[in-house]
């Protein structure tokens, strides 16, 4: 079966770090580009960061810009999202999702179910 699955959210302080973790089971990563992505109650979803199929190209949203490192280790057949300087806003489930190219990568066809991430005092 195909899936992917996310992993490593939690509650943490405003201003600390987080690091999720997007594994895949069933297919190759190395052929996918890589999203992460994140729903806030009431808000509609938001795309965060992309990773090329390489690694070679990455993309940011511009409020995680400078805070957020997507990464991927395809040995592991996983990316990774590091989350520093965490802020309230930042709350949310995160899902990541997989499609050949970033371009693409609202309409994914493979989505995980979701790793909820809390930032508060």
């Known amino acids: 079966q195909l899936q992917l699955v996310e992993s490593g959210g939690g509650l943490v302080q405003p201003g600390g770090s987080l690091r999720l973790s997007c594994a895949a089971f069933?297919?190759?990563?190395?052929?996918?580009?890589i999203g992460w992505f994140r729903q806030a109650p009431g808000k509609e979803r938001e795309g965060v960061s992309c990773?090329?199929?390489?690694?070679?190209?990455?993309k940011y949203a511009d409020s995680v810009k400078g805070r957020f490192t997507i990464s991927r280790d395809n040995a592991k057949n996983t990316v990774y999202l590091q989350m520093n300087s965490l802020k309230p806003e930042d709350t949310a489930v995160y899902y990541c999702?997989?499609?050949?190219?970033?371009?693409?990568?609202?309409?994914?066809?493979?989505w995980g179910q979701g790793t909820q991430v809390t930032v508060s005092s």
């Open positions: 999702a997989a499609e050949p190219i970033c371009a693409a990568i609202a309409q994914a066809g493979y």
């Open positions: 069933g297919f190759n990563l190395d052929y996918y580009a």
């Open positions: 990773i090329s199929s390489s690694g070679g190209i990455t």
